[in-house]
């Protein structure tokens, strides 16, 4: 499946989950869906909580709409089953616990910034707050609008609560996965590019942390592809675009630590809790790492693209 988050109030951050079914979208909070005996949750972690009956539930609903004419005209009629494209979809998790950032992930990227391949994952905690969704606008931040960047990242999103997990039993704890684009203000983050060693200068790497922190600097989505919809997370293939034009292709076999070894990793620190996402670092292909560099302006429009996983599409604007 493909879950979405649908905003149904302007105001809204977290939105109503939603789910696509070929070229239309679902509100899975509607009245008298096939299927549903009781109401769903109302937001797509809150669905996650639920555990895998709860994803079951939401399967039975889209298997029956999908086999029934009749309750799919009537849920267009209603507005509950509408065009993919009219669909305002909001980031699919809104709320998440936390984000887990993982950095100098990729041995191409860590290449193009000059940077050795580290012996451990290194990772920070990315604000939640900065999260935005899909066709809403990047804002490059006034006192620092010159040197943002681009990050297309693959992402896993956890599925149930789980502390020190073995890399064999790794990818049963996730629910699923997604994508964000991990902006960066780089003349906030540049300084760790001049440190000596990985980690360089705990003031360096505390600066780039925070080149990563502005509100709109996380787009995600546009979906959570459950996994049976990603067999393999060592087998996507992703491309970033800036106004049409190829900046980041990578495949995920590029990793140098794969999701199995991250969660295996990191869960010996943290307990992970449904809705919790892990960012697996960024390829190659960064404005930064470019010669001559190159960083975003108003008027131009960001996709992480994932074939048929999807489109994470967002303008660029001044804030």
């Known amino acids: 499946m493909r879950l979405v988050s649908l905003q149904a109030d302007d105001k ?21 869906l096939p299927g549903a005996a009781q109401p769903l949750p109302v937001s797509v972690r809150l669905l996650l909580e639920g555990g895998e009956a709860m994803l079951e539930r939401v399967r039975r609903v889209v298997d ?3 086999d029934s004419a009749s309750d799919a005209q ?47 994952p290194l990772a920070f905690i990315k604000h939640s707050a900065s999260i935005i969704g899909p066709g809403a606008p990047i804002v490059l931040p006034a006192s620092n609008p010159d040197m943002v960047d ?22 049963d704890v996730i629910a699923g996965y997604t994508f964000v684009n991990d902006v960066s203000a780089r003349d906030w983050v540049a300084p760790i590019a001049k440190s000596q060693g990985v980690m360089g200068p705990i003031h360096a790497w505390d600066r780039n942390i925070l080149g990563k922190q502005f509100p709109t ?6 979906a959570l592809m459950t996994r ?34 991250l969660i295996a990793f990191y869960s010996r620190f943290y307990e992970f809790r449904p809705g ?17 560099k190159i960083f975003l302006n108003a ?3 960001v996709e992480v693209d994932g074939g048929r996983l999807g489109v994470l599409s967002n303008p660029v604007i001044r804030g």
Request: net charge negative.
């Open 12 to 32: 809204e951050r977290i939105g109503i989950p939603g789910v696509i079914i070929g070229a239309e979208v679902l509100n899975l909070c509607a009245e008298g």
């Open 64 to 66: 029956k709409v999908a």
């Open 74 to 120: 009537r849920l267009r009629e209603s507005g509950a089953l509408l065009a993919y494209d009219r669909a305002r979809l909001l980031a699919p998790i809104g709320d998440p616990g936390f984000i887990l950032s993982c950095g100098m992930n990729y041995h191409a990227h860590l290449k193009e910034m000059n940077s050795p391949v580290p012996d451990e």
């Open 150 to 171: 681009w990050e297309g990242e693959f992402c896993a999103v956890i599925g149930r609560r789980c502390h020190k997990v073995s890399e064999a039993e790794a990818l």
């Open 217 to 222: 600097f996380c787009p995600m989505g546009p």
């Open 228 to 261: 049976e919809e990603v067999p393999d997370p060592d087998d996507v293939a992703y491309r970033t675009l800036v106004n049409g034009q190829v900046m980041q292709s990578t495949h995920t076999s590029d990793l140098v630590f794969n999701v199995r070894q």
């Open 276 to 292: 919790d996402v892990i960012t697996l670092g960024s390829p190659s292909g960064v404005g930064y790492g470019r010669n001559p």
């Open 299 to 301: 008027g131009d429009v």
